[in-house]
């Protein structure tokens, strides 16, 4: 008799939920503020190569090394192409990291409640997830976490999903403390006024992650960078799939890294927003922190925002909402255009004061 095909699959992966993305609906009739893509388009410059790319040796291999686009990063980030890694998004250098550092029982700290990737990442390796909650404010507890000496500690800053960031002084003294490798998921960082960059000259247990889908506009593309000591970087090598980007993604990330300007005029655009966004949703009465990120988390407090998220829906504006104890009163919502948010703001005004 044949097994039940599940009893192929390891009891750990058969327990897991799997991390649960987003929605991305196949039309576009929605105001998209649900997984903090970028309201812009990328550079111009971007489009040409990539059309260039696409009518050229697509049926040869990428470069498996990423070298181009490594030695443009090197040069923009001021580091040396040895201290970086390229990633199919910076998901895959998660990935890459649990997979090289966490073993079966190893702990991998972070603050909660934070991305939640992570925690799928820590389970399919067997490793044991240490959540450590955050104090109040978001503010990151110092103490506790090196306390948990994992082998890997995740920092995400600024945080996700709530947007606030930890001072670049706070993030120094964790990669002075923590017993093992401290990795600064920096998704967000190009929206905010510090980064740990600097932190990998200094500290060779420190990794910062870099993506290109937020302040580059590049979601579709999948690009991530890591930036951390050589020998560092050289073991991550080998964990990563050989063609992990693809042509298209080499030559995206490499002629984005080209318009840094592009992408900062964005950014200031993004920002005055997300100012009115946040006025707005405090004027609704909702409470919002402060945020360093291209998206806000707006509160209620004890009233479940999972209803105000499907009624928006409804309404065809697409937000975030995490149902789970710590999230349960507040929705996630991406800083679009100033017209998007002044569409956002005009609908919820009504549905919240018929929220329970
Ligand atoms: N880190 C954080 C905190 C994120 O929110 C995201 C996007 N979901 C990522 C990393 C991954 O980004 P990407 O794989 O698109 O580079």
């Not at 990423?66 to 580091?79: D, I, M, Q």
């Not at 079966?104 to 909660?112: E, I, L, N, Q, T």
């Not at 503010?139 to 996700?160: Q, W």
């Not at 507040?330 to 018929?354: C, S, W, Y």
Request: hydrophobic share 45%.
């Amino acid at each position: 008799m044949t097994a039940p095909l599940a009893s192929f699959i390891r009891p750990s992966i058969r327990d897991l939920r799997g991390y649960v993305p987003g929605e991305q609906p196949h039309d576009r009739r929605y105001i998209k503020l649900n997984t903090n893509e970028n309201p812009y388009p990328p550079s111009p410059r971007v489009i040409e190569a990539v059309r260039r790319a696409a009518c050229e040796d697509l049926r040869l291999y990428p470069d498996p090394s990423a070298t181009e686009l490594r030695c443009k990063a090197a040069a923009v980030y001021g580091l040396s192409p040895a201290q970086i890694i390229a990633g199919n998004g910076s998901d895959e250098l998660l990935a890459m990291i649990v997979r090289a550092c966490a073993g079966a029982g190893d702990h991998v700290v972070y603050p909660m409640p934070t991305y939640s990737l992570y925690d799928t990442l820590v389970a399919i390796q067997g490793a044991e997830a240490v959540h450590v909650p955050f104090a109040e404010g978001f503010a990151l507890p110092l103490e506790a976490l090196a306390a948990a000496a994992g082998r890997v500690t995740f920092v995400c800053n600024p945080n996700a999903p709530s947007g606030t960031l930890t001072p670049l002084a706070v993030i120094e003294q964790l990669a002075r403390r923590v017993a093992g490798l401290l990795v600064v998921d920096e998704a967000y960082v190009d929206f905010a006024h510090d980064s740990a960059l600097p932190l990998v000259q200094r500290y060779p247990n420190v990794v910062v992650l870099r993506t290109f889908s937020k302040s580059f506009s590049l979601a579709g593309m999948r690009i991530g960078l890591a930036f951390a000591d050589e020998g560092i970087i050289a073991e991550l090598n080998k964990v990563k799939d050989s063609y992990n980007l693809s042509r298209l993604s080499l030559v995206a990330a490499t002629a984005a890294l080209t318009d840094y300007a592009w992408m900062q005029d964005n950014v200031a655009r993004i920002r005055q927003t997300r100012a009115r966004l946040l006025a707005g949703l405090r004027a609704l009465g909702l409470e919002v922190l402060p945020s360093e990120a291209n998206f806000v988390l707006a509160r209620s407090r004890g009233r479940d925002m999972g209803t105000l998220q499907r009624r928006l829906k409804d309404g065809g504006i697409l937000v975030r909402h995490f149902d789970t104890p710590e999230l349960r009163d507040a929705v996630r919502i991406t800083v679009g255009t100033d017209a998007e948010v002044e569409t956002l703001l005009e609908t919820m005004a009504p549905l919240l004061e018929r929220l329970d």
